[in-house]
């Protein structure tokens, strides 16, 4: 069984570009999640997708935002980017649904802002 | 909304010592507890989740136990060895349609 594959592994780009990253969960799981993290600050949620429908927000400016597509495959885009995005941004997928289930995390996308 | 917090943030031991990371959270919604152990350079792993029926659960060196009433939780591994040197995370979840709010992490240094 495939695991949770984030595309692209790493990234550099210029302050006040865009970014957008790509999340492939497990096979059956509906619920995709996204954190970012970096060194100061753990690990940071920043939303939460299940059925296509964002079910949750962390608290991060407009400039972050997500979609997930009918095959469960989840996409988050950074506009105007700043040299405080570079950081490690992480998916972790789920079953989702009414009951807590496990979260299994891709390998990141390292994002390097300059 | 929920706070996990998590102690120590850095941890040293001598192989085959127990190590033992503490976290407490602030909802007293929450019913899932996951752990994640973070390899230099790799993705966080799940090792070991406990929910709040259950007040213990052991899986081989490692076990969690969860105490509802002081809304705290515990990873505890024992025998420890130099493979097990890594930054371990505790987070906590209230339910299926919540967000899993993550501990700050423990680094732990196992030395041989």
């Known amino acids: 069984k495939a695991g949770v594959t984030q595309t692209p592994r790493y990234l550099i780009k210029t302050r006040g570009q865009q970014v957008t990253l790509s999340c492939s969960p497990i096979s059956g799981h509906r619920s995709v999640s996204w954190y970012q993290q970096t060194p100061g600050q753990g690990l940071q949620f920043l939303f939460e997708?299940?059925?296509?429908?964002?079910?949750n927000k962390g608290n991060f400016p407009g400039r972050f935002s997500g979609r997930q597509f009918s095959n469960s495959r989840s996409e988050m885009n950074v506009s105007t980017l700043e040299l405080g995005d570079s950081a490690l941004y992480l998916c972790?997928?789920?079953?989702?649904?009414?009951?807590?289930?496990?979260?299994?995390f891709g390998q990141g996308t390292r994002l390097t802002v300059v | 909304g929920e706070n996990v917090e998590q102690h120590p943030s850095t941890l040293s031991v001598q192989e085959g010592d127990s190590a033992v990371i503490k976290c407490t959270y602030s909802d007293s919604a929450s019913n899932y507890f996951p752990w994640y152990k973070q390899e230099l350079g790799k993705r966080p792993q799940l090792i070991i989740d406990?929910?709040?029926?259950?007040g213990e659960k052991k899986d081989q060196r490692i076990a969690v136990t969860l105490n509802k009433t002081a809304k705290h939780f515990s990873l505890h591994i024992t025998e420890t060895q130099p493979e097990d040197s890594a930054v371990y995370f505790c987070a906590a979840k209230a339910d299926s349609w919540g967000k899993l709010q993550f501990g700050a992490g423990t680094q732990v240094v196992v030395t041989p």
């Open positions: 997708y299940f059925s296509e429908t964002q079910r």
């Open positions: 406990i929910r709040s029926n259950v």
């Open positions: 972790a997928s789920s079953l989702g649904g009414s009951t807590n289930t496990e979260a299994f």
